[in-house]
């Protein structure tokens, strides 16, 4: 995921995933009761965050790789 500062995206939601910044920097969630968290990252220091509805602004430049888990489709899920 990439930002560039004061670029934002909307609400939307996230199953729990893994992220490793690639640069420093820092972001401001809103969540959907309206309530706000400003987050600073690290370049290289990898955090779990658990599944999460939020819209997103970029408080400065976000370089960040994201690795969502999904669950591992069975083979009733599967496609042929």
Do not use: C
């Amino acid at each position: 995921f990439s930002a560039k500062e004061g670029e934002s995206t909307p609400m939307h939601s996230h199953p729990g995933h893994v992220i490793y910044p690639l640069a420093d920097g820092k972001t401001r969630f809103t969540y959907p009761d309206g309530t706000t968290r400003e987050i600073e990252v690290r370049k290289g220091v990898s955090q779990w965050i658990p599944p999460a509805t939020h819209a997103h602004v970029a408080l400065t430049d976000n370089l960040v790789l994201v690795i969502e888990v999904k669950p591992r489709e069975t083979e009733s899920t599967s496609t042929p």
